[in-house]
């Protein structure tokens, strides 16, 4: 018998795995994006604890029913939006938010975009009193997704991107 996430994942490659909420429960409830095509499968689904379940406002979605018992740690999100999309929501999440480099002002050019996102944190780093470690860490996983776009490899790009974006929310 299929699972909950087997029937929910549509025989869909997963595209990015994401922690857009760093907490160590296990997850007891399941939000789902909305599909990106008319009766589609959901494009990411994203597993809470209940102390979490109306959090990530920024990640509407709709809850899901599941009767399976969910093993993945609150704030684990996986994706299955294609690798264009899940840039421009890391943009739309928290890259501009944290650097104000805006992909529309660079008519989507992943490589630059990143680029210019990881001088900007290199710039804040070389300045930054308190917020080293944690901005180390980002500045450095960003100059990898920036390497990994300009070798043309916007999909790897996704990997250090998924692990700034955990690390972002403490900045």
Not at 145 to 150: I, Q, S
Request: glycine letters at 6%; charged letters at 20%.
């Amino acid at each position: 018998m299929p699972t909950t996430l087997t029937q929910l994942s549509a025989g869909r490659e997963l595209t990015s795995l994401r922690i857009p909420l760093d907490c160590k429960d296990t997850a007891t409830a399941l939000r789902q994006g909305p599909a990106t095509e008319p009766g589609g499968a959901p494009a990411w689904l994203l597993f809470l604890c209940s102390e979490h379940s109306e959090d990530l406002p920024h990640w509407p979605g709709a809850p899901a029913d599941t009767a399976d018992r969910l093993t993945l740690p609150c704030g684990s999100a996986l994706d299955y939006r294609t690798t264009e999309q899940v840039l421009q929501s890391h943009a739309d999440l928290w890259l501009t938010p944290l650097t104000r480099v805006n992909p529309a002002a660079h008519a989507g050019a992943w490589p630059e975009v990143l680029d210019r996102a990881h001088r900007f944190l290199a710039s804040r780093l070389a300045e930054a009193s308190g917020e080293g470690e944690t901005l180390n860490s980002v500045t450095t996983m960003l100059g990898m997704a920036a390497e990994y776009a300009e070798a043309g490899d916007l999909y790897q790009a996704t990997v250090p991107l998924a692990y700034c974006e955990t690390a972002a929310h403490s900045l």
